[in-house]
């Protein structure tokens, strides 16, 4: 007799969002783009890096965007 590893695992019922969600608007990529670019410089900024350093990784970022 063969036990079952895991017997409280059961299957759930999801479905899939990309029907519940409507297409992203330029308004909204643009929106994303500057909360991650933000996110960026703040974790730069908390690790220590220097302003100049920074600096030189979104004018780096800039022209990959370009």
């Known amino acids: 007799m063969v036990k079952a590893r895991w017997p409280e695992m059961a299957l759930a019922v999801v ?3 990309r029907v519940a ?3 992203a608007t330029a ?3 643009e929106a994303l783009e500057t909360d991650v670019l933000a ?3 703040l974790a730069r900024a908390a690790a220590g890096l ?3 350093t920074i600096a030189a ?3 780096h970022l ?3 965007r370009a």
């Open 15 to 17: 479905k899939d969002l």
């Open 21 to 23: 969600r409507a297409p």
């Open 27 to 29: 308004e909204d990529l």
């Open 39 to 41: 996110g960026f410089v």
């Open 50 to 52: 220097a302003d100049s």
């Open 57 to 59: 990784d979104m004018s």
């Open 62 to 64: 800039e022209q990959v």
